[in-house]
């Protein structure tokens, strides 16, 4: 029932029970439920396959590609995983598979980029946000996807792991390895020194 707080699912896993409700009214062939769960996630899924693959045109195609395909997907959906765990798991598939069949844009700008989160978003310069940007674009997938999900998503380390199919310890290890190359890439990078300032001619 959509008053109790929480469900229950397999292996002690913790299900959202507007999701669980949805789901269940979905699969059970309630066009109006498949639509309200779109509406519900579809934000959620344009965001992640923008942010792994970097291009708003990739990111549309995936996005509209995952809400046709979602309502045959749900028959594999089992409630051994949060609802929006299996859906990330889709969506990065789906993004991944996008991504060999066709070469890599890197058009990941930063108006199409959703924004540093914090107060020192503020004094962040727009070319030092562009370099992030293009740092984390050359990720290899490996280290983009656990960067995009822990870092991005705000997902937990166990959620991530179960994303992309991998332990904690491997997830961890990646995510380390991605934050290092970012790391090193903003320390290589430094903005363009500033023009000198145009000479006034003293008043005769």
């Not at 996807?145 to 179960?162: D, N």
């Amino acid at each position: 029932m959509l008053s109790t707080p929480r469900s229950a699912g397999a292996a002690g896993v913790t299900l959202d029970p507007t999701d669980r409700f949805l789901v269940d009214r979905a699969r059970g062939g309630d066009r109006d439920a498949y639509a309200a769960l779109v509406h519900r996630h579809r934000e959620r899924v344009y965001r992640t396959a923008l942010q792994v693959l970097g291009s708003p045109a990739d990111a549309d195609d995936v996005t509209q590609d995952v809400v046709i395909h979602l309502a045959t997907a749900l028959v594999r959906f089992d409630g051994t995983a949060s609802f929006t765990t299996w859906l990330h798991r889709v969506v990065v598939n789906r993004c991944l598979n996008h991504r060999r069949a066709r070469r890599p844009t890197g058009e990941i700008t930063e108006s199409a980029h959703p924004h540093v989160r914090g107060p020192e978003h503020a004094v962040v310069t727009a070319a030092e946000v562009a370099a992030g940007l293009r740092a984390l674009a050359a990720l290899p997938d490996d280290l983009r996807v656990p960067f995009v999900l822990v870092q991005l998503e705000e997902m937990s380390y166990r959620q991530a792991a179960a994303v992309i199919g991998v332990s904690e310890a491997t997830l961890r290890g990646r995510l380390a390895r991605a934050r290092r190359r970012l790391a090193a890439a903003m320390t290589e990078w430094s903005p363009a020194a500033p023009a000198a300032p145009r000479s006034v001619p003293a008043a005769g």
